[in-house]
């Protein structure tokens, strides 16, 4: 069964701090791949996807993935973080010949302090 | 506006008592899921349907059961099986189909078994 990633559960991290989440994932065919985030008391909202193409993706809100098909890998990454990215974040991903199934990873809770 | 609406957002249950969530859309989306949230372990699949009167077993079905007779309810029943129901339940619809977009949250509904 595919299965999916998150090694970081915890991160805290300064406000202007680099981020980069990883996300590893075991299938090794045609895979969408997709990061969402939840801010405190809001639902769960998209904030990238990968489908084909370019393998460096960029997001909302200063965010960026890259697809490494190499090392089944697509890590989040942001330059400078902010106060307001403190939220928590799932990596998720569809094998697109496996119908409509999306696995999450089991989340990393990002906390940035001002 | 277009969107997931669940229900209720807050239940208390007994033990030994079935419960049904309650999960709407009119973003007019064939594939509707259920997945159940918990700290540290993300978001996991417990079904999925991809059409009307067509669902499959995520992978945490025991003591769950759906229904899809209309294309935009998906209802999740949690039954006295399920060895521990409390968690936070999360529905979400996409279009069906490979290369197809984000998948889109409802605000979720917190059970609590007591």
């Known amino acids: 069964a595919q299965s999916v990633s998150q090694h970081n559960h915890h991160v805290i991290l300064s406000e202007a701090a680099s981020l980069e989440l990883g996300c590893n994932y075991s299938?090794?065919?045609?895979?969408?791949l997709f990061w969402y985030v939840q801010y405190p008391g809001q639902h769960l909202q998209l904030l990238l996807k990968?489908?084909?193409?370019?393998?460096l993706v960029k997001g909302i809100k200063g965010f960026e993935a890259e697809f490494i098909k190499s090392k089944f890998s697509f890590n989040l990454r942001k330059p400078s973080v902010q106060w307001s990215d403190t939220a928590e974040y799932f990596c998720a991903v569809i094998l697109n010949n496996a119908g409509n199934m999306l696995t999450f990873g089991g989340g990393t809770r990002l906390m940035v302090k001002p | 506006d277009g969107g997931i609406t669940q229900s209720p957002k807050y239940l208390f249950r007994k033990e030994g008592q079935n419960v049904t969530l309650s999960c709407e859309q009119n973003?007019?989306?064939?594939?509707m899921y259920w997945y159940r949230q918990d700290p540290g372990q993300g978001l996991r699949l417990i079904y999925y349907?991809?059409?009307?009167?067509?669902?499959q077993k995520g992978d945490i079905a025991e003591g769950y059961s759906v229904s899809r007779e209309k294309k935009e309810s998906f209802p999740l029943t949690v039954t006295s099986a399920q060895k521990n129901p409390t968690a936070f339940y999360l529905c979400?619809?996409?279009?069906?189909?490979?290369?197809?977009?984000?998948?889109?949250f409802g605000e979720g509904s917190r059970l609590t078994v007591l």
């Open positions: 299938y090794g065919g045609t895979v969408n």
């Open positions: 973003l007019n989306h064939d594939a």
């Open positions: 349907s991809q059409i009307v009167n067509d669902f």
């Open positions: 990968y489908f084909s193409g370019d393998p």
């Open positions: 979400a619809s996409r279009v069906a189909g490979a290369h197809t977009g984000e998948l889109f």
